[in-house]
């Protein structure tokens, strides 16, 4: 989520709004993507992207 998204506390700005992603309305957190903890739950994604980054970049 780009950081202009997200509110004061962290959270999502979108919430609930008609401009939400789908893909962001059906999301399930698991364990496996979103860690044990909130610092997981930032680092994880950000390993994600740069393991399946294009070779481009």
Do not use: K
Request: aromatic fraction near 8%; hydrophobic fraction near 30%; proline fraction near 5%.
């Amino acid at each position: 989520m780009d950081r202009d998204q997200m509110t004061r506390d962290h959270l999502c700005g979108i919430y609930g709004r008609p401009d939400r992603p789908d893909v962001r309305i059906s999301f399930q957190a698991t364990r496996e993507f979103c860690g044990a903890s909130s610092g997981e739950a930032l680092q994880l994604p950000g390993e994600l992207e740069i393991l399946t980054a294009s070779e481009a970049y």
